[in-house]
């Protein structure tokens, strides 16, 4: 038995519920009771199972999970603090996470000591120099206090003062390399990890430091003093402990405020959250100049599902919605540009169930222009924010004469795209009608042509091999669904490389990709996760990458999979058709579940009267759409025997 496994079996999970504050009604097997994540006090659309350990909301939520999900989103936490809180709850020892071995761990920290030492050094050279600090407080109107608290800097000008004053500190040089402090080249001018040329990495430049979410130097971002000098931005290359695309700038000071305001707000640069946090804005992070990722949405999930992305008012803001708009082009990564790809953005809001919106900058100002001019006027333009879909309507049809029938077909050819994407048949009506009147024509010519139905609407994790307590060890059975998913765990374990056959396979039955939601538990999300992570390693020994980074409880998890996978077809062809079966079975039974658990919902809200009926019926009807897109595509592979 896993330790999950057990923590679920000591916590009942109607008692867990109970003492958060939720009052629960018997209803035959099964309990229900008001959401406690929303406000609704007219239908009891809160579900609790007891048998299988797991909750759901039919309302504004539409999430469900199971104890360690509802612990998650209760708190605020995330899986791992989620853990550690159930297991003392329950008295189950757990083990320690061991993303990192002891010696990775201990040169990590080595690592961010040698960071910390250099944020020292910059700290000192910054006070030296008295043009750069009359630009920190004169230009860019920063205090003193402020300067402090983020801990800027400057890196002198010289090739090789950070090399010599921390080597004789007795670090090594190659300490210095690996923390992304030093440059190495070769004879040819290409960077390099020889020993040809070595200089400091950042001369001349003011110096940002990067945390993590928990406050853990990564590294640095440096913003050019000379307006000569480029890049404007400088980051600190990918080391192993700084990933930008895995970071969002000022999350360690944003996560309290996030949780506070319930919504996060996405700008540019570094020195625009130091204003806003400065101005008392500070909710607010940054991507570092690339475009979004999902693993930095995902880092905001854990905070808040409102998110809203300020774009500034040049070509990354909108201009970028035009080049946004090319669905062959999945997002962009210019060093100082956020990116602004309108299709990926709204796929990642329905895959992660967030509330993704854009504001845009008035009067050609940047956001820590906006917030000196006016602070007052910051909060007003974030309360204005707009979704998507509305955001890239008006920025299309801005300056447009809207009665050319060329112009009408060019802005629908654009928008359509992004409305069929929705997941709400709700949504999508609202927009197609708001298009049609934008370009004042019928409605009716908006649906000519075939529109991709609903995304699908997941079910939130369970653990795997979950039980109530009321079931005892022996009893333990494995669910259809649950060895569903091990055999498609197993696959892409021990052949991740299908995964991009499969996404294709997928993409090209009108479905969408396989992600962690896809997985019913959450020993299977987290799995599956950093099986998509090691694709990103290209040198990467994906086992060893995996079963590195994934929680020492899930090694056992590992050698399952890989000892139930020891005889597969050797075809990856028909593997791979046989993966995609069991990605639609999987998708199959969440579906069933689902539409089951809402039957259930809705007869009460009938009982009560409740006008959320309508809501409900049209969710029932996504379900079912779903399910013939299903059906559709597995008898379309079947087809192929």
């Known amino acids: 038995m896993s330790t999950t496994d057990e923590i679920k079996a000591k916590i009942d999970i109607v008692d867990l519920v109970s003492e958060a504050g939720v009052k629960l009604r018997k209803a035959g097997r099964n309990y229900t009771g008001f959401c406690p994540f929303h ?39 995330d899986f791992r603090e989620a853990l550690q809180k159930l297991a003392q709850r329950a008295g189950v020892q757990i083990q320690e996470f061991q993303h ?77 390399i690996d923390a992304g402090l030093l440059t190495v080249r070769d004879s040819d001018g290409q960077s390099t990890k020889g020993d040809q040329r070595v200089y400091d990495r950042f001369r001349h430049r003011i110096m940002i430091p990067i945390r993590d979410e928990n406050g853990r130097m990564t590294g640095f971002g440096a913003r050019i003093v000379d307006p000569n000098d480029i890049p404007k931005f400088l980051n600190s290359p990918e080391t192993p402990i700084f990933t930008k695309g895995h970071l969002l700038y000022g999350l360690d000071r944003a996560r309290k405020p996030i949780r506070a305001a319930d919504q996060a707000v996405i700008v540019e640069g570094y ?42 008012p ?64 910051w909060k007003h333009l974030i309360e204005k924010a707009k979704p998507i879909v509305e955001h890239v309507l008006d920025t299309l049809v801005a300056d447009r004469d809207v009665n050319d029938p060329k112009v009408k077909n060019q802005v629908a050819q654009q928008v359509l795209p992004l409305i069929a994407d929705l997941p709400s048949a709700i949504e999508r009506d609202t927009y197609r009608q708001m298009l049609a009147r934008r370009l004042r024509v019928d409605e009716r010519t908006l649906t000519g042509d075939p529109v991709q139905g609903p995304a699908f609407v997941r079910r939130k994790p ?132 689902n539409f089951n658990q809402l039957r259930f919902i809705m007869e009460d809200a009938q009982q009560e009267g409740d006008l959320r009926v309508k809501s409900y019926q049209e969710q029932a009807l996504q379900y079912s759409r779903l399910r013939n897109n299903l059906d559709r595509a597995l008898k379309s592979v079947n087809a192929r025997k």
């Open 100 to 176: 990192e071995t002891p010696q990775v761990k201990e040169a990590h920290e080595h690592l961010r000591k040698l960071l910390e030492d250099a944020l020292v050094f910059y700290r000192s050279h910054l006070f030296q120099n008295q043009d750069v600090l009359s630009y920190l407080r004169e230009k860019r109107k920063l205090t003193d206090a402020t300067i402090e608290t983020f801990g800027l800097g400057y890196a002198p000008s010289g090739w090789d003062t950070a090399l010599k004053h921390f080597t004789a500190k007795g670090y090594l040089q190659q300490d210095l």
């Open 271 to 312: 020195l625009d959250v130091i204003a806003l946090h400065q101005a008392g804005y500070e909710n607010v992070v940054s991507p570092m100049g690339t475009a979004l990722t999902e693993e930095q949405l995902r880092l905001l999930k854990k905070f808040t599902r409102r998110i809203v992305l300020a774009l500034d």
């Open 462 to 593: 369970r653990t795997a091999g979950s039980r109530s307590a009321a079931e005892t060890p022996v009893a333990e059975t494995v669910r259809p669904s649950q060895k569903i998913e091990s055999y498609a765990l197993g696959v892409l374990f021990r052949k991740p490389e299908l995964c991009y056959r499969l996404d294709r396979l997928l993409e090209g039955s009108g479905l969408a990709a396989l992600s962690p939601e896809d997985f019913e538990y959450t020993d299977h999300q987290l799995f599956f996760r950093v099986i998509r992570q090691s694709l990103e390693q290209v040198e990467a020994d994906h086992h060893a990458y995996v079963t590195a980074r994934i929680p020492e409880d899930l090694l056992g998890l590992a050698k399952d999979l890989l000892s139930q996978t020891e005889k597969l077809d050797p075809v990856d062809d028909r593997l791979l058709e046989e993966l995609f079966r069991s990605v639609i079975k999987m998708r199959r039974l969440i579906v069933e579940a």
């Open 314 to 377: 040049d070509a990354a803001g909108q201009k970028a919605v035009l080049r946004g708009l090319d669905a062959a082009r999945a997002a962009m990564d210019r060093e100082g540009e956020l990116g602004f790809d309108a299709r990926g953005l709204l796929r990642n809001e329905a895959r992660l169930q967030a509330d993704l919106r854009v504001a845009s900058m008035p009067d050609g100002l940047d956001p820590d222009e906006l917030v000196a001019r006016d602070p007052q006027e």
């Open 39 to 77: 406000d609704n006090k007219h239908t009891p659309a809160f579900v609790v199972w007891p048998e299988s350990g797991t909750w759901r909301c039919f309302g504004q939520c539409n999430e469900g999970g199971d104890i360690f999900k509802f612990v998650m989103k209760r708190e605020g936490i």
